[in-house]
């Protein structure tokens, strides 16, 4: 009932800038958290970024300082603005919601199938 949908992801040289977008659809109740995580090969998944509905955001400590991630409420929708980026930053990144929907008033975590982001030196 629920889907998210990536978009943003690409190719762009050390230093340069992204801006990710994830879009909620469905049967939506209301979103308590939206946020990016990355896996690349050979590694752990990790939490990027995230905002709660009260605002609060936290961030991985390799990305503080470079990278900004809002919310559009209206639109169902979480950005995550990357810039400065490193060739570290290369990696596929998922968007991450958790959700209440109308059918079933539960928090449950929903996601997306993938952005990659690739960095050049």
């Known amino acids: 009932q629920v889907q998210l949908v990536e978009s943003g992801g690409g190719l762009v040289q050390a230093g340069g800038s992204l801006r990710l977008s994830c879009a909620a659809s469905g049967s939506i109740f209301s979103i308590n958290a939206m946020g990016w995580y990355r896996q690349a090969p050979g590694k752990q998944r990790e939490l990027v970024a995230a905002?709660?509905?009260?605002?609060?955001?936290n961030y991985v400590d390799s990305v503080k300082g470079r990278s900004t991630i809002s919310r559009d409420d209206a639109k169902n929708t979480v950005y995550l603005q990357m810039n400065s980026l490193k060739p570290e930053d290369t990696a596929v990144y998922y968007c991450n919601a958790r959700i209440a929907t109308i059918s079933f008033n539960a928090q449950y975590d929903y996601w997306g199938q993938g952005t990659q982001v690739s960095v050049s030196s």
């Open positions: 905002v709660t509905s009260g605002g609060s955001t």
